[in-house]
């Protein structure tokens, strides 16, 4: 039997075999969609621009990970430690990270971040500059000291949020919800409205 011939009766039955799958390795680029990798130390690893859609990364430890340009569609980062992983300009949509420790995570122009799961997070230290936080559940995250000069965070769900020495200089809190939110010390020029930079909360004031 020629090899033209299996050719197409794998083409025929991928969809049964799977014969025709691309192997999960995770390296930079690599795609590993839908893989369990619970538990597991990824500390370190440079997986720059990985397909992990839908994988199961809950309880493992990625921290120091490179994870930048990453495909996280839906991914499970329940528990995990992910402290100083970089995870800019990822797409981030329906990805959980329930009970996960983000602390000095670099979240820089990601995408989708509204739809990710944050509620109750330790975001101490994370790096969120001009990205879109618009309408995001943060109810309960830890935002001590981040990063969130110029980020949108209009319509955001902050609600006992922690956001003490947190730099929001040039950010967008128009008609975000910040009940019980702690603002002690935050972080911002006091002529930033003058310069056109001024954190803007909708009328609220912070003294």
């Known amino acids: 039997m020629n090899k033209a011939y299996l050719l197409v009766i794998c083409l025929f039955l991928t969809s049964l075999t799977g014969c025709l799958d691309e ?10 969609s839908g893989e369990d990798f ?38 499970d980062f329940t528990g995990a430690n992910l402290k100083y992983v970089s995870l800019t300009v990822t797409v981030l949509y ?59 965070l209009s319509y955001a769900y902050l609600i006992s949020a922690n956001l003490t020495g947190a730099n929001l200089t040039g950010a967008d809190l ?6 019980s939110a702690n603002l002690t010390c935050l972080l911002y020029t006091s002529d930033a409205a003058d310069e056109g930079l001024g954190v803007d909360l909708g009328g609220r004031r912070i003294i």
């Open 23 to 32: 192997e999960c390795e995770l390296v930079p680029n690599g795609h590993c």
């Open 38 to 75: 619970s538990g597991q130390d990824l500390s370190g690893m440079n997986l720059k621009g990985i397909d992990l859609s839908y994988a199961n990364l809950s309880g493992a430890n990625l921290e120091r990970a490179n994870l930048a340009n990453a495909y996280l569609e839906g991914t």
């Open 94 to 152: 329906n990805a959980d990270f329930t009970g996960a420790d983000l602390r000095y995570t670099d979240l820089r122009y990601a995408a989708y971040l509204p739809s990710a799961n944050f509620e109750h997070v330790d975001l101490t230290g994370a790096n969120f500059e001009k990205t879109d936080l618009g309408a995001a559940n943060l109810t309960g995250v830890n935002l001590h000291g981040a990063y969130l000069n110029s980020a949108k």
């Open 174 to 179: 128009r008609y975000a919800d910040l009940i």
